[in-house]
């Protein structure tokens, strides 16, 4: 098992920024892949970024591209989300999840095995 506790949610405006923190726990949590999802009222949970146990891969979906960095730290078994130049749009609960593997569609949620409780992110406009 890898339970996973995320952190750092809030409200904050348009144009700030937010840190995410996910920290994992059992023995694969430095070497599962790491994926960062949200879910906005009404809508279907949607991929937000993904890394390689080493870090070295990091897939991003492309309405996050370029504001959004996913980043791991194995040292501290944690996983992090820094969201710059937030939207309204972003407003949505963020969940982590973890998966084995990078092999196959690391943006479908069906392919993680873990999720965290998710963490409430508001951004006001």
């Known amino acids: 098992q890898v339970p996973l506790v995320e952190s750092g949610g809030g409200l904050v405006q348009a144009g700030g920024s937010l840190r995410l923190s996910c920290a994992a726990s059992?023995?694969?949590?430095?070497?599962?892949?790491m994926g960062w999802f949200r879910q906005a009222p009404g809508k279907e949970r949607e991929f937000v970024a993904a890394i390689s146990g080493s870090g070295g891969l990091t897939y991003y979906a492309n309405s996050v591209k370029g504001r959004f960095t996913i980043s791991r730290d194995n040292a501290k078994n944690s996983v992090y989300l820094q969201m710059s130049s937030l939207k309204p749009e972003d407003t949505a609960v963020y969940y982590c999840?973890?998966?084995?593997?990078?092999?196959?569609?690391?943006?479908?949620?069906?392919?993680?095995?873990?999720w965290g409780q998710g963490t409430q992110v508001t951004v006001s406009s």
């Open positions: 059992g023995r694969t949590a430095s070497t599962a892949v």
């Open positions: 999840a973890s998966r084995r593997s990078w092999s196959g569609d690391v943006r479908a949620t069906y392919e993680y095995n873990y």
